[in-house]
């Protein structure tokens, strides 16, 4: 069997992503064979694996998060990868993908019930993985204290336990009571799980760590584990991609630029690391709008995401009056993208005649182009390869969607996707709307588009970008951490 080590985490977003990006990366420096896997994973943030053996279909889902995590190992993302991933469509329910194929809908108490039956895919897929690697680097989800899912657990110490991973505790210093969080871990985890953790890790220090000195102790004393480090706010991991929508409101760019690009924070938003190649640009300032606020009057652009929930972000996205703030946009000149979810919205009507997204089965658009999207069963899952049109320069991306859309203004198509029309934009020019995620990715598409809002752009290679901040990542964890510790007790 391959050895293999796992990062649990004291909560949700205490950064183990960022760290198993690290530590994958650092491993691969050394010259393992390294592979990421998380056995469930629940975000709407979504990317498109290869579902190995199936020549026939276009692809299988899993977390974006190991998709960056396979890039860091420098291998091909796999959908055994993340075996189990859960995309929310309510506060109650989420679609349930199995090894990258739609396995079904599932309500919350539901899915409780059906985690036992996805073990077997789960180790299924453990198997798979580890295939010809020398390490396997696992992630955790939210955290192993939540004992009152553990008799069905499928994703910490249920599986930990059944696949004899031993485990490293990440506590998380900035938001505070880290000691009562690995202390409190530690008092409440059954002995059987507790014997599993080999070890834990402080993660987004700031300031002197030495200030701490007698707060290691205090764990030291209340636990008995050992320390394998400190890890300090990691300024590189703001050039990583996100995965959960709980950080949206720090993402941000940190500065007035030339151009403010508004982004509603739909309730179900997806895929929203779409925007990080415009982030990235030093003359593009990203504000990301929460619910209840207005669209910033001086913003030159206005992307509408991805959504899980295209009918139910639609109604939402009136209740917030966004409506109103983008026609105002509109009649100042403005431009608005529409990727996937938000290209459906920008339409005169949606329709879900079989309710696949919920009860409510269509709703009106907000007819910034003329199409109507009706929501179809068979979903669209690949990678690919496009031509933007007004710009005839080359595209890289993606496609995870429901629906087909069609109208006069899909007669100015806004790329054409293996030698087929996709998209549309409106008789001026300024709305555009695309099924493809990742087109702000293709470096020369993005400059001249900027050029088109009269923006300078173009200047920065986003791959070779997000390359560097995971050697960055990786060089801070190989100094703050002790990863021969680490590796070393993989087994």
């Known amino acids: 069997m391959t050895r293999a080590i796992m990062l649990q985490g004291t909560g949700s977003d205490v950064g183990k992503t960022v760290l198993v990006a690290g530590l994958c990366r650092a491993a691969r420096n050394r010259g ?15 990317a498109v694996a290869d579902i190995p053996g199936d020549d026939n279909h276009g692809g ?18 796999s959908v ?13 329910g989420a679609q349930v993908i199995v090894q990258g194929k739609v396995f079904g809908e599932a309500r919350a108490r539901d899915y409780q019930a059906l985690k036992g039956r996805l073990m077997d895919a789960v180790l299924d897929s453990w198997g798979k993985v580890g295939e010809g690697a020398d390490l396997v680097i696992v992630e955790g989800a939210g955290s192993p204290a939540e004992i009152n899912l553990r008799s069905r657990d499928i ?37 059987e799980d507790r014997r599993m953790i080999v070890g834990y890790l402080i993660n987004k220090f700031r300031g002197d760590v030495s200030l701490f000195d007698d707060g290691l102790k205090a764990i030291e004393k209340f636990t008995g584990w050992r320390c394998f480090g400190v890890v300090p706010w990691l300024k590189s991991a703001a050039r990583l991609p996100s995965e959960d929508s709980v950080v949206l409101e720090r993402l941000a760019s940190a500065e007035t630029r030339a151009l403010k690009v508004a982004v509603p924070m739909l309730g179900r938003i997806a895929n929203f690391d779409d925007l990080d190649p415009l982030k990235a640009e030093p003359q593009v300032e990203v504000v ?51 990727i996937c979810g938000g ?11 079989d309710g696949i997204e919920g009860s409510v089965t269509e709703a009106e658009g907000l007819g910034l182009l003329d199409i109507e999207t009706v929501m179809e069963p068979e979903k669209t899952v690949r990678n690919v390869s496009a031509r933007s049109v007004p710009f005839d320069l080359p595209l890289e991306g993606y496609e995870i969607h429901l629906g087909r859309t069609t109208g006069p203004d899909t007669r100015r198509p806004s790329a054409i996707i293996n030698g087929v029309e996709d998209g549309a934009i409106s008789a001026d ?28 752009g173009g200047g920065i290679n986003y791959r ?12 801070e964890l190989e100094g703050h951490l002790d990863c021969d510790a680490i590796f070393g007790l993989a087994r």
């Not at 393992?32 to 979504?46: D, E, G, H, I, W």
């Not at 055994?80 to 109650?92: E, I, Y």
């Not at 899980?308 to 100042?332: P, Q, V, Y």
């Not at 293709?442 to 923006?455: P, T």
């Open 155 to 191: 994703a910490n110490m249920g599986f930990a336990t059944r696949a004899d991973v031993p485990v490293v505790l990440v506590g998380d210093i900035d938001r505070g009571g880290v000691i009562a969080s690995v202390a409190g871990t530690h008092l409440i985890l059954p002995e």
């Open 288 to 338: 990301f709008v929460p619910p209840g606020k207005k669209l910033p009057a001086d913003a030159g652009l206005v992307v509408i995401p991805g959504s899980k929930s295209t009918i139910g972000d639609l109604l939402k996205f009136r209740e917030n009056a966004w409506d109103r703030d983008l026609a105002a946009h509109r009649k100042r000149g403005g431009h608005v993208v529409g």
């Open 464 to 475: 070779a970008e997000v390359e560097r901040a995971l050697d960055e990542v990786a060089a």
């Open 60 to 77: 299988g889902e899993i977390g974006r998060a190991q998709w960056l995590q396979a890039i860091a190992c420098g291998v091909a993302p």
């Open 32 to 46: 393992l064979k390294v592979r990421p896997f998380k056995p469930q994973n629940m975000s709407n943030n979504a």
């Open 343 to 353: 290209f459906q919205m920008l339409g005169r009507m949606v329709r879900d005649p």
């Open 429 to 456: 020019g300024k709305v555009i709307g695309t099924y493809m995620h990742g087109l702000f990715g293709a470096d020369a598409f993005r400059g001249k588009f900027l050029e088109s809002l009269g923006i300078k």
């Open 80 to 92: 055994h990868m993340n075996p189990v991933l859960l995309k929310p469509q309510t506060d109650v």
